[in-house]
């Protein structure tokens, strides 16, 4: 019992600080995470608080990851992490029973982990977590109690200071499938042996004021009394989604630019998802950008999920002199963690990314990414 409570000892904590490092990393990202659980369990009112839990939290795990790797403060360690994988055990199990959540979250964007396997890995890190706290009393600190409680309290808050520096900025690591040098023509794509959807057809009758959808073998017991409504190809078992499998320009008309945009040289991307979030200050200085853009023949757009009436209304009060598109707001957030930030394309391939608060001056971005103002 003694050396497979060392071993779970190992196991949990490293786990512990990657996982609490991967969601630090994108701290907004997480915060997206958690309005989805809020969502699920119609708790929307604690959406106000989802980026300042989503900062604890990753602290929090870091903190506790190392407290157990050095056995600081063991019978508050074991009693937290006990707590905490027994409240996500039963996230995890909702989230597979009632498919409600598709990933967890656990580790960001580095690893998606199907509800299921999110919920057998919570089972795992019970089963460990349970050796530790038996064993508590006789794990010893690795350098002294003080020294170790410091230690734990110093990666609590270099987690803390960690996750505010990549919420100010961008994340340090980026995973996701706009990262720059990936290409968003190829990520939209499947691979050839990709598993495609599992579809069966089935037919919508009414009956009794009631619809009812019916399998081809069912349709040989109706009679006149049932009367047909639809047919429809029914996903049973979902197969393989590319990478990047939402994203889509739209004018205001509805016209789809999509391809013009992947196709050009050379464009520039404000991303804004929700335009009345954005920041303002910086709207005069993308002003400045934007005319040289212009004089340089570098085109220059916006991407919002906001209502047409609310982008005219924004751009009027801060003179913007170019078009703003419409993208899905999630795809929005997904592609870069600012409002507004700024994403330079060149033939579909994501070549710089830069949060509101790094926002360049165009000679800096000319000197390193444009050839001829091209």
Request: glycine share 6%.
């Amino acid at each position: 019992m003694k050396i497979l409570a060392q071993i779970s000892r190992l196991l949990v904590g490293i786990l512990f600080i990657i996982s609490g490092f991967i969601k630090a990393n994108d701290p907004l990202g997480f915060s997206y995470k958690l309005d989805e659980y809020f969502e699920v369990f119609n708790m929307p009112w604690l959406k106000f608080a989802s980026l300042a839990l989503a900062i604890g939290i990753c602290a929090f795990e870091i903190g506790l990851g190392v407290a157990l790797l050095l056995g600081a403060k063991m019978k508050f360690t074991a009693w937290s992490l006990m707590l905490m994988t027994i409240f996500f055990t039963f996230l995890t199990f909702y989230s597979w029973k009632f498919d409600v959540v598709k990933d967890c979250g656990c580790f960001g964007d580095a690893l998606h982990l199907e509800p299921f396997q999110s919920f057998m890995k919570d089972v795992i890190l019970l089963v460990l977590i349970t050796f530790i706290f038996i064993k508590k009393n006789e794990i010893k600190p690795l350098f002294g109690d003080k020294s170790s409680t410091y230690a734990a309290y110093l990666g609590f808050i270099g987690s803390f200071a960690f996750s505010i520096y990549c919420l100010m900025h961008l994340p340090v690591i980026d995973f996701r499938p706009y990262a720059i040098g990936k290409s968003i023509p190829e990520g939209m794509k499947l691979p050839p042996n990709a598993i495609k959807d599992s579809v069966v057809m089935v037919f919508i009758y009414e009956k009794d004021g009631k619809q009812l959808e019916l399998n081809m073998d069912q349709l040989t017991t109706i009679d006149d009394t049932y009367k047909f409504i639809d047919r429809k190809d029914k996903v049973i078992v979902e197969g393989d989604k590319p990478k990047i499998h939402d994203f889509t320009i739209n004018a205001v008309d509805g016209s789809d630019i999509t391809e013009d945009v992947l196709k050009q040289p050379s464009v520039f991307l404000l991303v804004a998802y929700d335009i009345n979030k954005s920041d303002e200050g910086i709207q005069s200085q993308v002003n400045d950008f934007v005319t040289l853009c212009q004089k340089a023949g570098v085109e220059f757009i916006g991407l919002t999920s906001s209502a047409p009436k609310e982008v005219d209304d924004f751009r009027h009060k801060h003179n913007s002199t170019f078009d703003y598109y419409f993208t899905d707001g999630t795809t929005l957030k997904t592609i870069v963690r600012s409002n507004p930030g700024l994403v330079l394309l060149q033939n579909g391939v994501v070549k710089g990314m830069w949060h509101h608060n790094d926002f360049p001056t165009f000679d800096e971005v000319k000197k390193t990414f444009l050839v001829s103002g091209k």
